[in-house]
C-alpha cells in the first residue's frame, strides 16, 4: 500500500511564498498522476492542481499563474509552489497520489494560513 506525506504549510501574509511538499512512499505499484486539494473550513474538498506522470499539468482558473505544480518522479514526490498567496487561499492542503492497481493515496494534509 503506498502511503503518502505533505509537508511545507504555515502562517504567511499575504503576497508570501510557501512551497508544499508531498512524497510517496516506495512500494511495488506505479504512481500514474498527482494532484493537490484543498479545503476551506466549512467547505467541501476541492481539486486545485494536476500533474500527469509526463509532467503534464492543469489547474483551478483561481491559481493559474500563482501556483505551480511540479513532480520529482525519481523521489516520488511532488510539489506545490505557491505565490502571491491570499486570503481565500487558507486551507488544509492535501496531496493525491493515482496508483495503478490500487485505491488512491491520501495524505494527512497540512494546513496553509494566509493573514491579511
Known amino acids: 500500500q503506498v502511503q503518502v506525506v505533505e509537508s511545507g504549510g504555515g502562517l504567511v501574509q499575504a503576497g508570501g511564498s510557501l512551497r508544499l511538499s508531498c512524497t510517496a512512499s516506495?512500494?511495488?505499484?506505479?504512481?500514474?498522476?498527482m494532484a493537490w486539494y484543498r479545503q476551506a473550513p466549512g467547505k467541501q474538498r476541492d481539486l486545485v492542481a494536476t500533474?500527469?506522470?509526463?509532467?503534464?499539468?492543469n489547474y483551478i482558473d483561481s491559481v493559474k499563474g500563482r501556483f505551480t505544480i511540479s513532480r520529482d518522479n525519481a523521489k516520488n514526490t511532488v510539489y506545490l509552489q505557491m505565490n502571491s498567496l491570499k486570503p481565500e487561499d487558507t486551507a488544509v492542503y492535501y496531496c493525491?497520489?493515482?496508483?495503478?492497481?490500487?485505491?488512491?493515496?491520501w495524505g494527512q494534509g497540512t494546513l496553509v494560513t494566509v493573514s491579511s
Open positions: 516506495r512500494s511495488a505499484f506505479t504512481i500514474n498522476n
Open positions: 500533474i500527469t506522470s509526463g509532467g503534464n499539468t
Open positions: 493525491r497520489a493515482e496508483v495503478i492497481g490500487a485505491l488512491d493515496a
